[in-house]
């Protein structure tokens, strides 16, 4: 007894230290419902017990004097629920099937006994939530072991309607939104990536219980996305010892080839050619092995329990590469991944729960790998650089059920990621890349067969001596944040139930660079002119060349230690009135700033450049939910929320002095490319001939010019509002048909916006749209900088319209499945924090959508405005599984949908100018693809098994084109604002050097793959 006393006292204390260092989320559901006697009284001190494999402990409460009874804080899972009365007959639920976040309704009748009778059990288990506005789905281990699936928990969530995989959005697409603005948790706690916001860990199946995805309609208690919530809950321990043995292959012996590559052609830039992906890149022979296992149970019955995991990952790619030169040579990346996690979860008290869990994800790599246009014969081999990257998240969570009318519940979380260990220094010498430098966007470039530039200095298309992202010192990458959030959640009676929370939340994040150069960067841009927003200013013999981090443009790089606090608060309430119409009503407030990244500038570092109050962020959320019948079966349910934003990091650390970028031109009268930038007695600041390109000291163009007095004062935070309408229908025992239409309309974006001045162009953050860009705009018109009949800025377009059916059945019977149909429009002008225009490109809020005051209009100066990369018209959905009495499961996931829309595009000063608004060349084609599983389970005697499985990714190899080649010219034109603004003007007027891959099928989907498994089960 001592034994256990100590175990749970060291717990505790474990979990009230972490909370000293502790965005998180409730990550629980609970059971309602109102027991009467046969006459439909009301039956007070009802004994209501709740069990499940996944409950630590029992949960209990009795019913009030009304009848009600509320089993609080509960873990997703499948329940028993008892009823128990002196003088009535005990009653058991089973089989009561919980959601991520529900509310389950369960009303019972009881009736008289004189003697003790048996237990009756009831079916029908309720399936629909008549509580809850909140569309999306949660994905259970149950599901997702018997499909198709990657090894990283988002491989999944596209089954669910209104998600898609769009890589031309940056990823993981909920409801028209780009992949960077989703929130994802993992035990409550926040691993949105700070700097770019994709999710900044993997955590693969064997660690996970359950995914949801919420998609609209979620309460106040939510904020920071625009897209969707993302939660991952790992597995827990039991009042019984499980355990597996696993492990799993994928690699080149289980995937076909990879597609063809559309590319210019090697040594003439004029022509495209789809190369083999053998011949640009190498043959890949790489194998990935990951093999590790679990155990599961508890420590003291009952009270504590634990579940670990420990899945490390061995990948080895050997590739085989034909260089330019004609050598050949066999290139290898080495990576190992320490994939482990760790879970405490106890009962310390009746009805005080609280759990402590940890998921690590560090992985290194050795080896860069080469390819064609790599030198055979580097100064350092590419076998030879690596880095570290650390990455963890610890969750903790304390859930107390004080009585029948009050819960309290507080989380917290630490999430940390870093880049260290770097293997090699950078080599002696420049970094050499044959590739335009901004402005006018980066293109490859070649200088076979140009005038007089011997053979031994011609090198192929986009060729390079070592990476750029090799060419820093890189001492760290830090990311960081700790959080803490708590609430209180009470049950009152007043004109019908009410469930009121109150919560707060608190996040302290920050980052901590320093990763600059040793050498100069060099872009050689062969037989070019350069051209910068409209100005030719002309080249030299062979073209040009720009450089970054020499003595002209200053360092390059990141330097950097900025940290900065945001905070939540929140209230809601859940009414239901007479038993059926739930409004659910709340307000969510945040608070946050962008801290200054000028470290070590007294002037600026104590700047909060973006500072946005609670009453800058008022979010109301309003839900009303109708139980047609009464008994849980069919709800309609509609609701409206204004959702904010939270800014990522990416944009900070550019504008506000971390990242610093200056970058100066020169004429290219040399062919001897190999020796400028180099360092010398001679030339101790490195060697760069040639006259300057750009005239006016200091000869540079600032990228990244400190913003601090150009960044709006009155800037909105970027927000959208929601509106949702649906219902759902509980079919049979086990089967649900939902519709949803939802409406989403983007109110403010935040970018950065480039106006001409008397002072030079300035980047501007602040609303597309707004009074403040609008008056730079005039400034820069009255000073002629700008043509007089400039239109003002546009604002950020955004609208999605979706229609989303459903039906889904859950597992029974040895099988489930499920079908939905969506039918939406994505419309507008701006795709969000990721950019659909410039093929997924994630640089949150500081896009090229408005950099020039013409990329917002066509070519008759109409405003852009149109379907949006993204858009998928139609898109169907069909997944399911069989398990087979004799052992054999087999499982399947079929999706189909429209093409996307594809614009034509003029390469400017920036990439991104639509000349024919969008939509002018149609659509990529009609895409459809599917992912089979099959496994073979072995009983080896007790509840010992072996399991055998296959996941394969497009088992019929489908190779459709996921885009169209839409960019029209390679490089600037030295087109006029005046022509421009003037309307109905034409590119070919100014002898564009035309861009051969236009109009052509890109992208083709990825060919056929699988992982095999074998699982030891005990």
Not at 265 to 280: E, G, H, R
Not at 631 to 654: H, P, R
Not at 854 to 862: C, G, I, R, T, V
């Amino acid at each position: 007894m001592k034994k256990k006393r100590f175990l749970l006292a060291g717990f505790m204390l474990v979990f009230l230290a972490s909370l000293a260092m502790a965005q998180v989320t409730q990550q629980s559901g609970r059971f309602e419902g109102r027991v009467a006697d046969d006459q439909g009284n009301p039956l007070a001190g009802v004994a209501v017990q709740a069990t499940s494999p996944k409950l630590v402990g029992k949960a209990t409460t009795v019913t009030d004097s009304n009848g009600v009874f509320r089993l609080l804080a509960l873990p997703s899972g499948v329940y028993e629920i008892t009823f128990t009365l002196a003088g009535f007959k005990p009653i058991a639920r089973r089989d009561v099937v919980l959601g991520l976040g529900q509310t389950l309704i369960i009303n019972i009748t009881m009736e008289p006994s004189a003697i003790e009778e048996q237990v009756t059990v009831m079916g029908e288990a309720p399936l629909v939530d008549v509580k809850s506005t909140v569309k999306g789905m949660t994905i259970t281990k149950e599901v997702f072991e018997n499909l198709p699936r990657g090894r990283n928990f988002d491989s999944l969530v596209t089954t669910i309607p209104g998600v898609s995989n769009e890589y031309l959005l940056g990823g993981t697409s909920v409801d028209g939104a780009s992949g960077l603005e989703n929130m994802y948790y993992v035990d409550g706690t926040d691993i949105t990536d700070l700097t770019y916001g994709r999710s900044a860990q993997s955590v693969n199946f064997d660690f996970v219980d359950e995914v949801q995805v919420r998609a609209s309609g979620y309460q106040a208690e939510f904020g920071g996305s625009l897209g969707g919530v993302i939660s991952v809950i790992t597995r827990s321990g039991g009042n019984q010892f499980s355990g597996e043995l696993v492990g799993y292959y994928s690699g080149y012996k289980l995937r076909d080839q990879y597609r063809d590559t559309l590319s210019l052609k090697i040594d003439d830039t004029s022509k495209a050619v789809y190369y083999p992906y053998t011949f640009l890149t190498g043959k890949n022979r790489d194998q990935r092995y990951e093999f590790g296992g679990n155990l599961g149970g508890y420590l003291i019955k009952d009270r504590l329990w634990f579940f670990g995991s420990f899945m490390p990952v061995l990948y080895r790619n050997n590739r085989l590469v034909t260089h330019s030169d004609g050598t050949t040579k066999n290139w290898r990346r080495d990576e190992r991944s320490w994939n482990y996690s760790f879970k405490l979860t106890a009962q310390v008290l009746k009805n005080f729960r609280m759990s402590a869990s940890i998921v690590n994800n560090e992985w290194k790599y050795k080896g860069d790998l080469a390819s064609r246009n790599s030198p055979s014969n580097p100064t350092v081999s590419f076998d030879e650089y690596g880095f570290t990257y650390p990455n963890y998240s610890a969750a903790f969570s304390a859930d107390w059920t004080a009585s029948n009318s009050l819960l309290i519940s507080i989380r917290g979380g630490y999430f940390k990621s870093d880049r260290t260990g770097q293997l090699v220094q950078p080599p002696d010498e420049p970094c050499f890349q044959f590739l335009t430098e901004a402005p006018g966007g980066y293109f490859t470039t070649t200088n076979i067969g140009l005038l007089d530039v011997p053979p031994a200095y011609q090198r192929p298309t986009g060729y390079y001596n070592y990476s750029r992202a090799n060419a820093s010192v890189v001492k760290k990458n830090l990311n960081e944040r700790y959080s803490l959030a708590g609430d209180v959640n009470y049950f009152i009676t007043a004109a019908g139930e009410h469930s009121i929370k109150l919560g707060a939340q608190y996040v302290r994040q920050g980052q901590n660079y320093d990763s600059t150069p040793k050498y100069a960067i060099l872009f050689f841009a062969w037989d070019r002119d350069f051209v910068a927003y409209g100005t030719n200013y002309g080249r030299g013999t062979y073209g040009y060349y720009g450089v970054r981090n020499n003595s002209v443009t200053g360092p390059y790089g990141s330097f950097y230690k900025a940290y900065s606090n945001r905070w939540a608060v929140y209230l809601q309430d859940s009414w239901t009135i007479g038993q059926r119409l739930t409004i659910n009503y709340g307000v969510r407030a945040e608070s946050e700033y962008i801290p200054s990244y000028a470290t070590g500038n007294p002037e600026f570092e104590k700047l909060k450049p973006i500072d946005f109050s609670f009453g800058d962020k008022i979010a109301p959320r309003v839900g009303l939910v109708y139980d047609v019948f009464g008994d849980s079966s069919f709800k309609i349910f509609g609701s409206f929320g204004i959702f904010y934003d939270v800014m990522k990091l990416q944009m900070a650390s550019g504008s506000y002095g971390g990242f610093k970028w200056k970058s100066t031109y020169y004429k290219l009268d040399t062919y001897e490319w190999d020796k400028i930038g180099r360092v010398s007695d001679a030339y101790p600041d490195g060697y760069f001939p040639g006259d300057f390109l750009l005239p006016d000291p200091p000869h540079t163009l600032d990228f990244r010019a400190p913003s601090f007095d150009s960044t709006d004062p009155n800037m909105k935070p970027m927000s959208q509002m929601e509106f949702s309408l649906g219902g759902e229908k509980k079919l049979g025992e086990n089967v649900a048909l939902s519709v949803r239409g939802v409406y989403k309309h983007l109110l403010w974006a935040i970018e950065d916006i480039g106006v001409l001045l008397p002072e030079g162009e300035m980047y501007y953050t602040t609303n597309p749209g707004g009074d403040f860009i609008n008056e730079k705009y005039a400034e820069a018109r009255a000073a002629g900088l700008i043509p007089s009949a400039a239109p003002d800025c546009p604002k950020a377009k955004r609208e999605y319209y979706g229609l989303n059916i459903a039906i889904d059945k859950r597992f029974s019977n040895n099988w489930l499945g499920g079908f939905s149909y969506t039918l939406s429009r994505l419309s507008g002008n701006y795709s969000g924090l990721a950019s659909g225009d410039e093929y997924g490109r994630g640089d949150p809020n500081t896009e090229r959508y408005f950099d020039l005051w013409y990329l917002a209009f066509d070519s008759q100066m109409k405003k852009v405005d149109g379907p949006m990369p993204g858009d998928r018209t139609h898109y169907f959905k069909l997944y399911g599984s069989y398990i087979f009495p004799f052992g054999l499961t087999v499982g399947a996931v079929v999706n189909a949908m429209s093409g996307v829309p594809t614009s034509t595009e003029w390469a400017l000063d920036v990439q991104g100018y639509l000349p024919y608004n969008r939509n002018n060349l149609g659509r990529s084609p009609f895409l459809w693809y599917t992912n089979a599983y099959v496994a073979y389970d072995i009983k080896l005697g007790g509840k010992t098994k072996m399991q055998i499985n296959l996941s394969v990714d497009n088992i019929f190899n489908t190779d459709t084109a996921r885009r169209v080649y839409q960019i029209y010219n390679q490089g600037a034109v030295p087109v006029s604002d005046t022509v421009i603004v003037a309307g109905n003007w034409n590119i070919d007027d100014y002898s564009p050097v035309l861009d051969p891959r236009y109009k052509k099928n890109t992208d083709l989907y990825p060919p056929i793959s699988a992982i095999l498994g074998l699982k030891l089960m005990f």
